[in-house]
């Protein structure tokens, strides 16, 4: 569904209003409350649409997606040993595996640089006191 010119009905202006009054204290400007939204949101509609796309894939074609990647072996193979590839052929199996969580790991370094910068805001003495004594020590 595109949203670019989203429907403001009850639901949408009072699901606005809930999070960006969770995002109050937070001691950023409105636009950046706004940002944060947008920021988030679209992370996590990109992970969703490759989600879609996955099992869009795997309806239209009747290939599940352990037999589309069982059929790119030989060719990751050969590529891998040509010596084109030196860094993706040092990568471990699980890599793209199942057993990491790509989206929990993106979503909280999006959520820990937010933390950073609501901290900075915080206490902006002690960024200011560090960025001093750094200038101070550099030769």
Known sequence: MNQARPVLGPNAVRG??????????????????VSVIIMVEGYVIGTARTQVHAIEAEKKTGITH???????????????????????ATLSEESFGPGFDHFEFGLQ?????????????????????????AAERRP
């Open 16 to 33: 606005l209003e809930t999070t960006l009054s969770r995002l109050e204290d937070m001691g950023l400007s409105d636009p950046e409350r």
């Open 66 to 88: 352990e037999e589309f990647w069982k059929a790119q072996e030989p060719v990751l193979s050969r590529a891998m040993t040509s010596g084109v590839y030196p860094v993706m």
């Open 109 to 133: 370094r999006l959520l820990d640089g937010l933390e950073v910068l609501v901290e900075r805001r915080r206490t902006p003495s002690a960024a200011a006191t560090s960025t001093k004594d």
